[in-house]
Each structure stands twice: as structure tokens, then as C-alpha cells.
């Protein structure tokens, strides 16, 4: 039995060089070792899974990491010489861990000899360097149900916050749902983040410009909390419990009319598992709502990309760069079509990337991508919650988180 | 046993104590002295996808420089102890200043991280263990009482929740009281109110993990209490019966005062266990609500994406300091007993 699991090893592996000779594709030079560290959601594994057809033949190894603590011990496993992986795929807030710490490498020449195939649109630039290849886009957005917005007598799909909380009355006046909406408010990260959309929505600013010193007790700020808390009243009564994984079982379960939740949830809901067949069809995704008609969604563009370590020899960084272009080819695009929004060419927006796509042409803001910003999120992760509960005022909750931001940044250096 | 032999006997132990508590501990004490060096930023221009923007990077050279000149960071002394993370000082004071009511008072130090996991430390500490202790015992006594048949079964269900993960226990009971849980879906209809939440309210979730840190830690008691009730001699049983003593008053004038020492232990355990109570808040994403001196450790070292090595010494050298503070009682009691004995 286990020769014969051998013999199958060793066909697959003699296969794939062939096979990637026969499509003439560059794997670098040969005979060296590809290590990626990756989060494990399935866009990514498409990515990993072509590159490691095209090119392990070709490389001495071959090895992949795939886990939801990517962002938690890539530092650790990037800081020694030679690094545990040569690539991490990262995101806007993971590259800047990444860069704070100087463990990944400017990929112009790179990109240069192996990257024929990328679109300039994936190349991610700080300071003139390349500094990663993005490949995917990720967003929140609204999902709307069609069918109980009519049944609810409201006009057209809602564009404002003003329009949703006014949808969201209209649902519970008519008893439909005392609950429509559902928000990803799980205290923490994501309580930070539905911050961080709608004060970019209200044109919000983070830090003074140039400096780590906060700058979100202002009348942005004030404005934002009055957007959450006229959101929250419509809110699911667990809502500082609720991450993507509630929100969107809730959706499925036809509990909610409203949504504000990932694009990339877009794809599962409208797939035919889970939901309900009129869940389904109603389901509507929508751009992010604006605070005023014209104005910027309120919503954080994030992409996914891949990177190359520092601290490992050149050999290894061309490998493990020429494997993973490989992988951005139109053929794993089509047949990966609705797993994400992909930034490569070969791409057919669905229904399931429409959200994603109107809140991007909105002109909606990326995520920041300032050295400090971690801290910041964590602060108002922490200190949002007591004014959502209606226990303190808008300007203490402001007050307390940059309080907490102050602190924290002080002791992490960014403040003196 | 003369003092050479005597050292030569402890060598290992002491070793051992000396490299795996000791010398961590005072690591931990080092770094909480100490903050980040800092962090030189520049202003650059980020570009990708959505267009470019103006943002700041470190300078990684100039910061190189600073990290290579002190290698710990930059000296803080007491500052992070005393700063708004922790005893929040200065926020004590100015707050005593400026409200009026206790009440008031009370409110705006609550708002402080330190002292708002603190309380929930502490409540959930004062009620969990004498529950804990007197439910034990109860348990032991009563399967101690059942027909030898049925005693093994009992003390294996009774043990059964001490062997799920803390962190799967206590995500079983976060899905039974949700609204559409058995127990959340159950209460909502007693009360007839279709919006009725456990998890919404303050005072319901610090009840829930409350009643969960009971149920998860009952059985420890129960198994060391029946372990003890083995030991109890029968003679001074059955010369309290022959005087006509009742069976409550056997309990206490006997069996009690014999299992002492256990329950001394027991609370021992008990105190340090639920003082560093983590796991539930987290399967219970209970964080509005509750939060104790653990979660605010795992909350500076994980989720800002730079972990706070100051914050979260001083958390952990506070905590210290708390469980000698909660164990004193017992452990002067443990002494004057040792001593006692020894005269």
C-alpha cells in the first residue's frame, strides 16, 4: 500500500514539470525552496494550489501554511535569517505589520523578469518600491432583501444611512421584523472596523497628518456615532456578539431584510447551500451607504496579495515570486470566477462581486495603512462598546479611545 | 537531616523553580519597566488598486539605530503601572476631584480597563468559589451516601464537566442561550418577550459565566471532597450516633473539621484557578460586558498587530500581586496550623 501511495507521489510530481513546460511557464530557477504562509479561505487556496502545480516540480520543496493565525505569527516566523517562509500572503493592514519590522523585500526587479502577466493594478507601492502583488479586493457593502423592502413600501434601494435607518423603520412599523438589520458589531475588531467605514464616510482623518497623534474626537467622529447609534436601534439585540459567521447565518435564516456585511460572504449567501430559496433569490448586494447622495461609501477597500520575505536567499525569493505570478493567469480566474473579487484580468463580475464593485466605483477609502493603525483599531474596538449600550456619551466614548490610543501608542513608540 | 544533605535533596527542585518560575518573573518584571523605542515615522505615498495615497511608514534605519543603541527599549520605570492602562493614577485622582457622588465616582473609574476587569475578576472570584466549595461538598456527600451499584456511574457523570476544553464548554452554552438556543428560546417564551437577551445585558452575561465557571469547576471539589470522606473514621461517627447526634450535627462537628485541611487546599485552588478566568469571555465574546485581568494580557499581546511586551508584564505582575492578596487568609491560616502542630 504504501509503494503504492509512493508511485502516485512520484507520477504527480514527475507530471507537473511537464505539465508546466507545456505551458511554458517560467518558474525561476531551479532546485530551490518555496514556503508560503497563508490565511485559508478559498480564493487563496485557488492562488497557492496553481502555483504549486505550475512550479513544485521544479523547486527542491514546496511547502504551504494555511491558517486563520496567519496575521498572529508571521512576525515571529519572518524575523530570522533564513526565514521560516518565503512568502506571506498578506493584507493592506498585514503588510504594514510586515513592513514596521522590515521583513519583506521591494519586488521591482522581480516584477521586472517574472511578472509579464501582472496588471499594473495589482502592484502595491510604498515609497516608489513595490512592496507587494494584490490579486484579490474585499469590502463591506449592503445586502438588501428585495422582496420585504417592497413588502415594506419602500421606494427604491436605499443609498444613504439616512435611507437605511429609514427602510429599517418602515420594516418594523409594518411588523415584518422588529430587527431587520444585522452588522457585524462583535466587540473588538470588528466593532472597530464599522467605525472606521462610517467615519470615512463622514470624511474622517485618523491622525494629524505626518504624526502618530490621534485625531477622531471631532465632529466626524460625533457624526459617526450618531450614525451607529441610529443603526444600532434596528440592530439584532445580540449585536455586540455578532461576527461574519452570525451575520451571515442570520441572513441565511431569513432573519434579516438589511445587511451590512463582507463582500466576500456575497458569494456563500448566493450560493444554493444554506439559504433558503427566497433568501436567495431577493438577496440584493449594494454598494456601501454614502452619508449624503455623491458622497464617499462608508466602507474600507481591503486586497489580498502576496509578498517575499527579507530574510531568505535571492534563489529562493525568485522561485517563490515566479511560482505565485504563475498562478494569475484568466484560466484560474474562470474557473474561480465567484470565490472572490479578483483584481486580474479574465474576471466576470457576478452578482455575488456587484456590492463590492459599486462600493470600490463609489470612491470608497482603503484601508489605512498607517504604522499605528492597529492600535487605533484595537482602541476603539475596546472603548465603542459602552456607548453603543447607551452608558456614556458620544464625547466620553471619543475621549476614552483616544485616551486608550495615547497610551498604547506611547508605549509602542509611536508617541513620545 | 543535616543542612548539606538537606541541600543536595532540594538541588533539583530548587533548580527547577529557580528556571521555570523564578527567572520568568523577573523577566516579566524587567519588561514591564520598560516601553518600545521609538518608532521614527516618515511621511510616503502608498499606491495599489484603489488609487494612491498619503500615508507615514517607519524609518527602518533610523529606528535600526535607536533599537541597537538600548536593546530592551526605552526605560519607563513605574509609568505603565501607574498610566491609564493599569492603576490609571492621575484618572483616579482627577476623578476623585471632580465628581460629587460616590456613585459618580464609582461610574468614571469603572470606565478605567484596569479596574472594569478588575471587578469582574473579583465578583466572579467572591461567588464562584464558596459555590463552588459548598456544592462540592454537598455532591460528595450525597454520592457518598448512594448504593455502592450506582456510585461509580454517579462519579463519572459528575466529573464528565471538568473534561470538556473550557473553551468548547463554555462555546456549547454561548449557542444554547443564544435566542435561537434551547435555553435562550426557552426563556423567551416563559417571559413571553421575543427580544429577551442574554447576551445583551451586562448583568445576564456576568450571571451566565458565572453559572458556567460553577458547572465547570464543581467537579474538582466533588472528587477531592470524596477522596476526603473516604479518610473519615468511623469510630467517632458512630460514638456521635450512639449519642444521639443528628446527621447535620455529625457533619459539622466531624466531618467538617476532618476534611479541613482539603478545604483549605481546595480553596487554594479554587482562589488562583478562577482569579485568572479567561476562557469563557472569549467563547462568550462577553468583552462588552466582562473582562478580567487574563483577557486584557491576551487583548495587549494579540490584537493591535503590535504587542504591548510593558502592558502586558505589568498586567501579569499586578495579577501576581492579586492572588498573593486573595491567598494571605489561607495561607497564614495553613501556617499558624503548622506552626500549631509543631509546638
Known amino acids: 500500500m504504501k509503494?503504492?501511495?509512493?508511485?502516485?507521489?512520484?507520477?504527480?510530481?514527475?507530471?507537473?514539470?511537464?505539465?508546466?513546460?507545456?505551458?511554458?511557464?517560467?518558474?525561476?530557477?531551479?532546485?530551490?525552496?518555496?514556503?508560503?504562509?497563508?490565511?485559508d479561505f478559498p480564493a487563496i487556496h485557488a492562488v497557492v494550489n496553481l502555483a504549486e502545480e505550475n512550479c513544485a516540480g521544479a523547486a527542491a520543496e514546496f511547502e504551504r501554511n494555511h491558517t486563520t493565525e496567519a496575521r498572529e505569527i508571521m512576525n515571529a516566523a519572518l524575523t530570522p535569517d533564513p526565514a521560516e517562509y518565503t512568502s506571506v500572503i498578506v493584507a493592506n493592514s498585514t503588510l504594514v505589520q510586515l513592513m514596521n519590522d522590515g521583513l519583506v523585500r521591494p519586488l521591482d526587479d522581480l516584477v521586472a523578469t517574472y511578472g509579464a502577466n501582472l496588471a499594473p493594478n495589482q502592484l502595491i507601492t510604498i515609497d516608489g518600491n513595490i512592496m507587494a502583488v494584490a490579486f484579490m479586493a474585499n469590502s463591506q457593502h449592503m445586502f438588501y432583501r428585495t422582496d420585504i423592502l417592497e413588502q415594506a413600501g419602500v421606494p427604491g434601494i436605499p443609498e444613504t444611512y439616512d435611507d437605511v435607518v429609514a427602510a429599517a423603520?418602515?420594516?418594523?412599523?409594518?411588523?415584518?421584523?422588529?430587527?431587520?438589520?444585522?452588522?457585524?458589531?462583535e466587540t473588538g475588531w470588528n466593532i472597530g472596523e464599522v467605525f472606521n467605514t462610517v467615519y470615512l464616510a463622514h470624511g474622517g482623518d485618523f491622525f494629524e497628518p505626518g504624526t502618530a497623534r490621534p485625531a477622531i474626537n471631532n465632529a466626524a467622529g460625533l457624526a459617526t456615532l450618531e450614525t451607529m447609534a441610529a443603526l444600532v436601534e434596528y440592530a439584532h439585540p445580540d449585536h455586540l456578539t455578532h461576527a461574519s459567521n452570525e451575520t451571515q447565518a442570520l441572513w441565511e435564516a431569513g432573519q434579516a431584510a438589511l445587511g451590512f456585511m463582507w463582500g466576500s460572504r456575497g458569494g456563500a449567501i448566493l450560493d444554493d447551500e444554506g439559504a433558503a430559496p427566497e433568501v436567495i433569490k431577493n438577496t440584493l448586494l449594494s454598494s456601501a451607504p454614502v452619508v449624503q447622495a455623491g458622497g464617499t461609501p462608508g466602507a474600507t477597500l481591503w486586497w489580498d496579495g502576496f509578498t517575499i520575505s527579507a530574510n531568505i536567499p535571492d534563489g529562493d525569493a525568485q522561485a517563490t515570486f515566479a511560482a505565485l505570478a504563475s498562478a494569475m493567469t484568466p484560466e484560474m480566474v474562470q474557473a474561480n470566477n465567484d470565490a472572490a473579487v479578483w483584481l486580474i484580468d479574465g474576471f466576470d463580475p457576478g452578482p455575488a462581486a456587484a456590492g463590492v464593485a459599486a462600493t470600490a466605483q463609489g470612491g470608497a477609502k482603503s484601508y489605512p495603512m498607517f504604522p499605528?493603525?492597529?492600535?487605533?483599531?484595537?482602541?476603539?474596538?475596546?472603548?465603542?462598546?459602552?456607548?453603543?449600550?447607551?452608558?456614556?456619551?458620544?464625547?466620553?466614548?471619543?475621549?476614552?479611545?483616544?485616551?486608550?490610543y495615547t497610551t498604547a501608542a506611547t508605549e509602542a513608540g509611536f508617541l513620545q | 537531616m543535616p543542612t548539606r544533605t538537606f541541600l543536595w535533596f532540594v538541588l533539583p527542585t530548587l533548580t527547577a523553580m529557580i528556571l521555570f518560575i523564578a527567572l520568568p518573573i523577573v523577566s516579566v518584571i524587567i519588561q514591564s519597566l520598560h516601553i518600545e523605542h521609538e518608532q521614527v515615522l516618515v511621511t510616503t505615498e502608498s499606491c495599489g488598486p484603489f488609487g494612491c495615497e498619503e500615508t507615514t511608514r517607519v524609518d527602518l534605519e533610523a529606528t535600526e539605530v535607536l533599537r541597537a543603541e538600548r536593546p530592551l527599549g526605552q526605560f519607563n520605570g513605574m509609568n505603565t503601572y501607574l498610566g491609564r492602562s493599569h492603576l490609571a493614577v492621575q484618572e483616579l485622582r482627577e476623578a476623585w476631584a471632580t465628581t460629587e457622588t460616590f456613585g459618580e465616582f464609582l461610574s468614571r473609574i469603572y470606565n478605567l480597563k484596569f479596574y472594569r476587569a478588575l471587578s469582574f475578576t473579583l465578583v466572579y472570584t467572591a461567588v464562584v468559589t464558596p459555590f463552588v466549595l459548598v456544592l462540592g461538598l454537598a455532591i460528595a456527600i450525597g454520592v457518598n451516601q448512594l448504593p455502592r451499584v450506582v456510585r461509580g456511574p454517579s462519579i463519572f457523570v459528575s466529573l464528565l464537566p471538568f473534561l470538556v476544553t473550557p473553551l468548547v464548554g463554555s462555546l456549547i452554552l454561548f449557542w444554547m442561550v443564544d435566542g435561537d438556543g434551547i435555553i435562550g428560546a426557552t426563556l423567551q417564551w416563559l417571559f413571553d418577550d421575543p427580544s429577551l437577551s442574554l447576551k445583551a445585558s451586562a448583568g445576564l452575561t456576568w450571571?451566565?459565566?458565572?453559572?458556567?465557571?460553577?458547572?465547570?469547576?464543581?467537579?474538582?471539589?466533588?472528587?477531592?471532597?470524596?477522596?476526603?470522606?473516604?479518610?473519615?473514621p468511623t469510630d467517632p461517627l458512630e460514638a456521635a450516633r450512639i449519642d444521639g447526634a443528628s446527621a447535620?450535627?455529625?457533619?459539622?462537628?466531624?466531618?467538617?473539621?476532618?476534611?479541613?485541611?482539603?478545604?483549605?487546599?481546595?480553596?487554594?485552588?479554587l482562589l488562583m484557578d478562577n482569579f485568572r478566568v479567561f476562557?469563557?469571555?472569549?467563547?462568550?465574546?462577553?468583552?462588552?460586558?466582562?473582562?478580567?485581568?487574563?483577557?486584557?494580557?491576551?487583548?495587549?499581546?494579540?490584537?493591535?498587530?503590535?504587542?504591548?511586551?510593558?502592558?502586558?508584564?505589568?498586567?501579569?505582575?499586578l495579577t501576581i500581586i492579586?492572588?498573593?492578596?486573595l491567598l494571605m487568609p489561607v495561607l497564614i491560616r495553613t501556617w499558624r496550623d503548622f506552626k500549631g502542630r509543631r509546638v
Open chain 1, 372 to 404: 499605528q493603525m492597529g492600535l487605533m483599531h484595537n482602541a476603539l474596538g475596546a472603548e465603542l462598546a459602552d456607548f453603543l449600550q447607551g452608558r456614556e456619551s458620544a464625547e466620553q466614548a471619543l475621549a476614552d479611545v483616544e485616551a486608550a
Open chain 2, 207 to 232: 450571571g451566565t459565566l458565572i453559572f458556567y465557571g460553577i458547572w465547570h469547576t464543581l467537579p474538582f471539589s466533588f472528587i477531592v471532597f470524596y477522596a476526603g470522606l473516604q479518610t473519615v
Open chain 2, 248 to 269: 447535620w450535627q455529625q457533619l459539622r462537628h466531624i466531618i467538617v473539621p476532618h476534611l479541613m485541611p482539603l478545604v483549605a487546599f481546595v480553596t487554594l485552588m
Open chain 2, 322 to 325: 492579586g492572588v498573593v492578596f
Open chain 1, 169 to 185: 423603520k418602515a420594516i418594523r412599523d409594518a411588523g415584518i421584523m422588529e430587527h431587520p438589520l444585522v452588522m457585524n458589531l
Open chain 1, 3 to 39: 509503494t503504492f501511495g509512493l508511485t502516485i507521489a512520484a507520477a504527480l510530481l514527475g507530471g507537473a514539470p511537464a505539465f508546466a513546460a507545456g505551458h511554458g511557464v517560467d518558474c525561476g530557477p531551479e532546485g530551490q525552496s518555496i514556503r508560503i504562509l497563508a490565511s
Open chain 2, 279 to 317: 476562557e469563557p469571555i472569549v467563547s462568550f465574546s462577553a468583552e462588552a460586558h466582562a473582562t478580567s485581568l487574563s483577557w486584557i494580557i491576551f487583548n495587549d499581546l494579540r490584537e493591535s498587530g503590535n504587542p504591548l511586551h510593558g502592558s502586558a508584564g505589568a498586567t501579569s505582575v
